[in-house]
């Protein structure tokens, strides 16, 4: 079955800050950028040079690696971050005397990846950049909806574990169901929104597109939605919606935001094919593994 509602996410970001600041998301920096740049010192400080709304931003990021498993009260890492290039929290720029000691990227492949480097002391470093802000079931975006947000990520060890199969839905519609896991914890938050927008930072949403499907050609953001408390698991079927078609598209892809720090994930595969008794059998038993004792992801 289908679980969390229709999401259009309008989060606002101050991108234009001019002193030193923490993230409220952690990872994202900016939006629409262009002519990005990172360099790492062995202080374990970033710097991230680009440009945006019509100038050239030196953006210093530190103090945040990894991720936290989820917590009621315990707040997740994230960056602190200073858009003046180093006056806001040295009072002076830093980005004028700052030693890259950065060397080239040499983690697991990303998808949206613009650039990374490995640090001095051996952790990573990795900027992507995507459209999360898409809206639903492959309507035409505003141009506030269709920017391409840049976000930072500093990690070491695995990446986190998406984890998606496909199935069907009362025998007729595409279906998925899944985990998000870090180090072996479920990824979940506490407070969301009636409409499923996270209020606290270890809420996840899935953002879900179709490829090729009665949207049109291409790839169309079919939904976002949350994972689950306390398992970090999540389903979702293609039906139709008020007057949209069901997205059955030809493939399906997924980008979740890394928990912390740690990067954003990303899962593709081709649409399961027609209907298959057997398979639809064991994954139904697998989904009631999955739920427990959760009233979401019932199979049907």
Not at 131 to 148: E, I, K
Not at 259 to 272: H, K, M
Request: glycine share 10%; aromatic share 12%; proline share 7%.
């Amino acid at each position: 079955m289908e679980v969390g509602r229709a999401l259009l996410v309008l989060a606002v970001v101050a991108a234009a800050l001019c002193g030193a600041a923490e993230a409220r998301a952690s990872e994202l920096i900016d939006r629409n950028a262009t002519g990005v740049k990172l360099a790492v010192d062995k202080q374990g400080r970033a710097l991230l040079t680009y440009r945006a709304r019509g100038r050239v931003w030196r953006v210093l990021a530190w103090d945040a690696i990894n991720a936290r498993p989820s917590h009621a009260t315990i707040k997740q890492v994230k960056f602190k971050l200073d858009y003046s290039g180093g006056w806001g929290s040295h009072r002076r720029e830093v980005w004028r005397t700052f030693t890259n000691g950065c060397r080239p990227y040499d983690g697991p492949r990303l998808q949206w990846f613009v650039t990374g480097c490995r640090a001095p002391d051996g952790s990573l470093w990795a900027v992507q950049s995507w459209q999360r802000m898409l809206p639903n079931y492959g309507l035409p975006p505003t141009p506030a909806q269709a920017v391409w947000e840049l976000r930072l990520s500093h990690w070491s060890g695995p990446l986190p574990e998406l984890t998606i199969k496909l199935d069907w839905a009362y025998r007729r519609y595409d279906h998925l169901y899944g985990t998000y896991s870090y180090l072996g914890h479920p990824v979940f938050g506490f407070r969301v929104t009636p409409t499923g927008v996270p209020l606290d930072t270890y809420g996840r949403n899935l953002y879900l597109d179709t490829f090729n499907s009665a949207y049109g050609r291409g790839w169309k953001r079919e939904n976002s939605f949350l994972t689950q408390n306390p398992r970090g698991n999540f389903c979702y079927g293609f039906f139709p919606h008020g007057n949209r078609p069901a997205g059955h598209g030809e493939k399906y892809r997924a980008t979740i935001i890394g928990p912390g720090v740690a990067p954003d994930v990303y899962w593709e595969s081709e649409a399961p094919g027609p209907y298959d008794a057997e398979r639809d059998r064991i994954a139904n038993a697998e989904q009631l593994d999955l739920a427990g004792t959760s009233k979401y992801c019932r199979p049907n």
